[in-house]
Every structure is written in structure tokens, then in C-alpha cells.
């Protein structure tokens, strides 16, 4: 087989590529070698900067195929009945950076980039329904206590639970992250959940609200922390192979896509706030209804073009779904895409993975690495409104007026609202041996912290539910009680090798 001429990145071939331009077989170089620069030089720019959050992930490419009809609510061509739309998918995982071990206890990420007919729709949600906190002014403050100490440069459980124990919105999203949940085997055996309130936006223009679900057809599977441990000492890419090596032989994980729907009217009705990303809608208020079936069936050609490229943004939305009041949701509108101008470059949009794959029009000019010009359908129209047929607005596309009220003013998000009924709601589905897990997961990762901050955060389990409370206590309890017996036996040992 004839191979190819090894060439320049201009295109000339390449004589050598095994010895430098040398004065003499000794050396020193010479600045001509300018293929050695090159290298060098390329060498110099191989990484771009790692997602502040959700660095370590894992993606595929699949379709979404709409097998039910909820075209009465959205006339989004993407979920019209029998529409298949082809789609990338990347998992994650939150507070690791890029290297970190796969098998960790964290949200998975589950953001899904869907290359609709009528543009690009990106749903970026976790494997949870919930979050958190539920004012994005709190988001940088959160992130700061999953990453690490200025000093020490570790992880500080005391400032988790020092922020945790201060913001009882939380304690929904702690309870499934310390759960069975929180620590899957991979990524095949998860939910997803566009978590946040959006809208669905009607042919006859009428709005309302949705949640968007994706539920596993694999089952869940998920490692205890003793298992994890053993599975990180032997590897730290479980996921990545578990995802990888399944495409590979024709496993092809699939989801079904559920939607939950609210009316716009019933927003006010209950007794938690549909826009709070703390709450879920309970799924007897209303039913979730079965709209398609979610495959992941290619594997990337390369990891770095599209998977590290990947810019997944909530700010794409197509006509037909739609925002709402959410205000994490509508920070989000804002930080991607922001975050991708700066980690991937001004037209990280054009990038293969990340294009649209309908036609695109728009009068953004120039910049950085421009190789597609002016895409407003012609030469001379490069401002708008013009009169050479550039291209137009079109009101068809106009979504309904959102509905909103009220004062300007900084609101408290702890007024009036229940932190605690839906964890319970959640505590409940639990067994007994869940509940265990759930105690002991909760004690290791709290074990060390500061008394007043435990003591903070176990009366936020306790009024969940006494027995929640109780058994963390418990546990901790415990591990105080082995770790005093551990230590003693460590003394003991110690005192007979000295003597
Ligand atoms: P339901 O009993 O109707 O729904 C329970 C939901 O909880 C199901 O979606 C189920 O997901 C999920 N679930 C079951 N076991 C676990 C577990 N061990 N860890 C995490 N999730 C689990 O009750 P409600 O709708 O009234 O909700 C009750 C509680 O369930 C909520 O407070 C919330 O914490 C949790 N939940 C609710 C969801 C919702 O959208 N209503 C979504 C996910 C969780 P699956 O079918 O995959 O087993
Ligand atoms: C990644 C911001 C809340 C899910 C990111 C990134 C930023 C960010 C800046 C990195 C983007 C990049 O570099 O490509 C925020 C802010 C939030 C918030 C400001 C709240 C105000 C959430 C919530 C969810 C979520 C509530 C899920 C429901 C994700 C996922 C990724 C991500 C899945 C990784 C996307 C990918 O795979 O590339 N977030 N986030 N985030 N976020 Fe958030």
C-alpha cells in the first residue's frame, strides 16, 4: 500500500522528519529548521482551556427518534411526531478537572446538542432534576467549594458543608448526590433531565410550561464507595471505556424522552414555585408522557475535535421551546456561550461539531479564524436593514409575550419556601438499605468537618426527617468510635515495636 507524502501544514513534502538541521552531526541547531519550530510551536498550543466545570467527559454521537405526539403543545419540527434528528451527546462529571478518575461520587452531566432542521437546540441538564442553589449570583461562590483550597491546593469537605450547611436549598440535590444515584458505574445506567422549567410554544402560539426527562433503558447501576475505590486503584477511565467499547460492539445505549406539561395558568397554583430548580413537579400533579426513544450509536473520530470542542449552550433553542422565569435558567442564557467565546475562540460555532446543519444566516463580522465570510445571502448586504436582499426577519417566528410582573428589587429566595418536603419526598422513596448507604456516604464525606458545621447541616437532616437526621448522626458516631479504636490499636502497636 503506497502511503502518503508526509507534507508541511502549507502542503510541501517533507524530506526527513527524524534529524534536525545541525552545523555539524554535534549541533547546535539552526533557526532555518523551521519544520522544528513548527513542531515545537504546535507542541505549545495542543490544549485550550479546560470548562471551569463539568472538564471531565465522555461523548456519542445518536439520534432522537419521536415516537409519541405532543404536537398539540409545540410546533417544534425537532419533536413532531415520527421526526428523527441526529445528535451529540457528553456526559460529565462536575468538580473534576480534565484527568480526574471517572468513578467518582458527582453529577453527570447529560448535555445534548440536537442538530434540528430549524436550527441548532442544545438541552444541557445532569443526570438530576434539581440543583444546587437556585440564584445563579450564589453559582460562582458554590463552584469555588467543589474546586480546591487556595493553599492547599486539595478539595475542602469543610467548605462544602460550610456552604451546604448555609443554603438548605441544597439538601434536595445533596440527597441524591449522596444516595445509590450519585455514584453510577457509568454513564449508559443514568437518567438525564433538562432539570430546569422551559417552554413549548404551540401553532396557535400559545405557551406552556415543560419538563424534559430522559429515562435510562438500561437500568440504573451504580458502585458503593468501598467498590469505587477498588475500581479507581485499577482504572480511571471506566466511563470513557464503558461508553466506548458499548457503541464499538453494537450496544447501543438508548433513553426514553419524557415530557412533563404544565399549563402556563397553572404556575401559580401549587404550593412550590415551578421555576425553582430546587423542586422537581411531582409526577402526580402531572404525568410524565412518553415522547421518543434517545440513541447513542457512533463514536467520535476524535476526541479532541469533537467532544472537547463540543459548546453546548442553553441560549440554543428552536422556534416552538421556549424559556422561562427560571433565573439559573436565564444566567445559563448568558455564561455558554461567553464561556465559549474564551475556552474555544469567537466562531467556536462554525467548528464541524458545534455547526448547524441547516442554513445559517446572520450579519456577524470578521474576527479571528473567519474561513466562512459573510453568510447574509449576498456581497453587498453586510449591515441590515439593506436593500440587497440580505437576509430578513421573519414574525412568523415570534413567540407568544411572556407574562411577568413585579417591582425591581434583590428578592429573598429563602422566603416562604420549603426546602425540606421534596427531600423528604425523596428520603421516603428510600428502603431501609438505602437509607443506610445513604447515612454512611454522608458521614465519610462529612467526617473531619468543623463541629459547628455538622452540627449546622445534621439540623437540616432532621427537619427532612428525624429518622435522616438520627442516622447520619449515627453513623458519624460510629466512625468517630472506630477511628478512636483504630488509633489506639495504632498506639498499642506502636509502644510494643519502640519497647
Ligand atoms: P414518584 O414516585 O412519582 O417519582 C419518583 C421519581 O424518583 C422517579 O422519577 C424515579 O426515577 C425517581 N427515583 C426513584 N428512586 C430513586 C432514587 N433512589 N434516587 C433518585 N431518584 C429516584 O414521586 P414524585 O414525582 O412525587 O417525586 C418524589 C421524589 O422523587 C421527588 O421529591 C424527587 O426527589 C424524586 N424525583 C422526582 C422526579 C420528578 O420529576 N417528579 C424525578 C426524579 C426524582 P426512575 O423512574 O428512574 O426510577
Ligand atoms: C458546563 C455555567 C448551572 C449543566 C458549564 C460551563 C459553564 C457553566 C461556564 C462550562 C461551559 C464550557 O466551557 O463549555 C453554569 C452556570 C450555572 C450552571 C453559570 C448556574 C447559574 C448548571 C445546571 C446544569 C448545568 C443547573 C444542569 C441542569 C452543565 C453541563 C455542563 C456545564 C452538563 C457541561 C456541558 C458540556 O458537556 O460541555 N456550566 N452552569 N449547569 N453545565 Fe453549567
Known amino acids: 500500500m503506497t502511503r502518503p507524502t508526509l507534507t508541511t501544514s502549507a502542503g510541501a513534502p517533507i524530506s526527513d522528519n527524524q534529524n534536525s538541521v545541525t552545523a555539524g552531526p554535534r549541533g547546535p541547531l539552526l533557526i532555518q529548521d523551521y519544520q522544528l519550530l513548527e513542531k515545537l510551536a504546535h507542541q505549545n498550543r495542543e490544549r485550550i482551556p479546560e470548562r471551569t466545570v463539568h472538564a471531565k467527559g465522555w461523548g456519542a454521537y445518536g439520534t432522537l427518534k419521536i415516537t409519541g405526539d405532543i404536537s398539540k403543545y409545540t410546533k417544534a419540527k425537532v419533536l413532531q411526531p415520527g421526526t428523527e434528528t441526529p445528535l451529540l451527546l457528553r456526559f460529565s462529571t462536575v468538580a473534576g478537572e480534565l484527568g480526574a478518575a471517572d468513578a467518582e461520587r458527582d ?35 458554590f463552584i469555588h467549594t467543589q474546586k480546591r483550597h487556595p493553599k492547599t491546593n486539595l478539595r475542602s469537605t469543610t467548605a462544602m458543608w460550610d456552604f451546604w450547611s448555609l443554603s438548605p436549598e441544597s439538601l434536595h440535590q445533596v440527597t441524591t ?8 458505574t457509568d454513564v449508559r445506567h443514568i437518567n438525564g433531565y433538562g432539570s430546569h422549567t422551559f417552554s413549548l410554544i404551540s401553532a396557535d402560539n400559545k405557551r406552556y410550561w415543560v419538563k424534559f426527562h430522559f429515562k435510562t433503558q438500561q437500568g440504573h447501576k451504580h458502585w458503593t ?16 471505556a464503558d461508553l466506548f467499547e458499548a457503541i464499538e460492539r453494537g450496544e447501543f445505549p438508548k433513553w426514553t424522552m419524557q415530557v412533563q406539561i404544565m399549563p402556563e395558568e397553572d404556575a401559580d397554583k401549587h ?9 422537581v413537579w411531582p409526577h402526580g400533579d402531572y404525568p410524565p408522557i412518553d415522547v421518543g426513544v434517545l440513541e447513542l450509536n457512533r463514536n467520535p473520530e476524535n476526541y479532541f475535535a469533537e467532544v472537547e470542542q463540543a459548546a453546548f449552550a442553553p441560549k440554543n433553542v428552536v422556534p416552538g421551546i421556549g424559556f422561562s422565569p427560571d433565573k439559573m435558567l436565564q444566567a445559563r442564557i448568558f455564561s455558554y456561550a461567553d464561556a465559549h467565546r474564551y475556552r474555544i475562540g469567537t466562531h467556536y ?24 465570510g459573510q453568510q ?11 436593500s440587497f436582499n440580505g437576509a430578513v426577519q421573519d414574525e412568523r417566528f415570534a413567540e407568544p409575550p411572556l407574562k411577568i410582573s413585579g417591582d425591581a428589587d434583590r428578592y429573598s429566595h429563602r422566603d416562604g419556601n420549603d426546602d425540606y418536603r421534596q427531600p423528604r419526598a425523596l428520603f421516603e422513596l428510600f428502603d431501609a438499605g438505602q437509607r443506610q448507604r445513604l447515612f454512611n456516604n454522608l458521614a465519610e464525606a462529612m467526617f473531619g468537618i468543623p463541629d459547628f458545621i455538622a452540627e449546622r447541616q445534621l439540623a437540616h437532616f432532621t427537619l427532612v426527617h428525624p429518622e435522616y437526621g438520627a442516622g447520619v448522626r449515627a453513623a458519624l458516631d460510629k466512625m468517630t468510635a472506630d477511628k478512636a479504636v483504630e488509633t489506639a490499636q495504632q498506639q498499642s502497636l506502636a509502644g510494643q515495636a519502640a519497647e
Open 107 to 141: 453529577v453527570r452531566g447529560f448535555a445534548i446538542k440536537f442538530y434540528t432542521s430549524e436550527g441548532n437546540w442544545d438541552l444541557v441538564g445532569n443526570n438530576t432534576p434539581v440543583f444546587f442553589i437556585r440564584d445563579p449570583y450564589k453559582f460562582p461562590d
Open 177 to 184: 448526590l449522596f444516595s445509590d444515584r450519585g455514584l453510577p
Open 225 to 240: 464507595n468501598e467498590e469505587a475505590v477498588e475500581v479507581v486503584g485499577k482504572s480511571r477511565e471506566t466511563t470513557q
Open 271 to 279: 404550593w412550590y414555585n415551578p421555576f425553582d430548580l430546587t423542586k
Open 349 to 372: 460555532e462554525h467548528l464541524p461539531v458545534n455547526a448547524p446543519k441547516c442554513p445559517v444566516h446572520h450579519y456577524h463580522k470578521d474576527g479571528a479564524m473567519n474561513f466562512f
Open 376 to 386: 447574509t445571502g449576498n456581497v453587498d448586504a453586510y449591515y441590515e436593514p439593506n
